[in-house]
C-alpha cells in the first residue's frame, strides 16, 4: 500500500480540483464524502433518488436527518436529476447501498462519456448473486470506464466533521487512484492507494458480519475477553476467505480490513454493532432493524459470505453463526454455544 502524494506541479492538482466531481447517494456516506470533497476545494455534486429530500438538502444546505449540524461548503451543490448529475462530473463517487448499486450504474449508464471515470464507496456483497461491486460494476458498463473503490475506517459523522481520518483507494488504474486520492487528501484526511480491488473489498465486506458478532458478544455481556478474541479469530476468517481469493494479507492487515474491523466492532456508531447487541439484549430482529432506521448491510451480507466460503471451502464458524441467528432463528446464546463447543484446534488453523 502506498501512501498518496501530492502532484509535483502545483498547477496540475489545481486544475484537477477544478474538475467538478459528483457523488451519487445522498445517504450519511455519501453526503460525508461530498462534503470533504467540497471542503478540499472540489467542486461536488450530490445527488439523490429522493426529489423531496434533495430540495430539503438544498433549502436547509445540510442534511438535518443523518448529519445534523454540519454546513454545506459553498463549493456543494445538490441535483436531483441523475442525468444532470452525471454529467456534472468527470469523475463519479458511488455510496448506496449494495442492494442499489445495480439499479444506480444502470440509470447512469446513458449519460456517461468517453472520459468519465467511476469509483464506489459501498461495502458488501449483491443480495442472492454474492458479487462483489467490481463485478457488478463490470457486468453494467464492461471494462471501459476507470474505476476505483474506497474504503477503510470511518464513520460518516467523523469524515464530515473533518475528525482525522485515514482510507485506501484501490484501482487498477493509478492515475485515477492518484487522482481520486488527491481530491480527498487534505488536512484531516489522510489516503493511500493500493491495487488490490478484491483485498479492499473484501475487509470492508466481511467485517460488517463480524461487526454484527461482535455487538452480540457485547449485548450477552460476555466481557472484554470475548470481544477481543472474537475481532482476533474474526480477523482470521477474513484471511481465510481473502487467500481462497487471492487477496494480499498485507491489504487485509491494513487500514482496509483490519482497520476497519476494528472500528466497526468495538464503537457504537457501526449499525451492525447495534444491531448485535439489540439482538445479544433479546430484541426481535425485525424490531431491531426497524429501529436503527438504516440500512444495516451485514444482513444480507451474511447470507452471501457464508455461501462464498462454503463454495471456496473456507471454515468461517463465527460468519455462519451470525448468519444462523439472521436468517435461521438462532438464538444468541445457542450460536455461542456453538462456537464455544468446537473441537480444539490449533490457532494457526
Known sequence: MREHQDPSHAGLQEQMKRTPITVLGAGSWGTALAIRLAVNHNNTCLWGHEPEVMATLERERQNRQFLPGISFPEQLSIEADL???????????????????REVLTRAAPALESGSRIAWATKGLENRSGKFMHEILE??????????????????????????TALTVASNNPPF?????????GKTMRVYTSDDIIGVQLGGTVKNVLAIAAGISDGLQLGANSRAALIT???????????????????????????????????DQSRNRRL?????????LEIAIR??????????????V????????????????????LHENLSPGEAVHNLLARELKAESH
Open 83 to 101: 442525468s444532470l448529475a452525471v454529467h456534472q462530473g468527470r469523475d463519479l463517487l458511488i455510496a448506496v447501498p449494495s442492494h442499489a448499486l
Open 139 to 164: 457486468e453494467v458498463l464492461g471494462t471501459r470506464y476507470p474505476s476505483a473503490v474506497l474504503s477503510g475506517p470511518t464513520f460518516a459523522q467523523e469524515v464530515a466533521a473533518g475528525l482525522p
Open 177 to 185: 487512484a492518484n487522482a481520486l486520492a488527491s481530491r480527498l487528501h
Open 233 to 267: 479469530r474474526g480477523l482470521a476468517e477474513i484471511i481465510r476467505l481473502g487467500d481462497a481469493l487471492s487477496a494480499r494479507r498485507e491489504t487485509l492487515m491494513g487500514l482496509a480490513g483490519v482497520g476497519d474491523l476494528i472500528l466497526t466492532c468495538t464503537d
Open 276 to 284: 448485535g447487541l439489540a439482538l445479544g439484549r433479546g430484541t426481535p
Open 291 to 304: 429501529e436503527i432506521g438504516q440500512v444495516v448491510e451485514g444482513f444480507n451480507t451474511a447470507r452471501e
Open 306 to 325: 457464508v455461501r462464498l466460503a462454503r463454495h471456496y471451502k473456507v471454515d468461517m464458524p463465527i460468519s455462519e453463526q451470525v448468519f444462523r441467528v
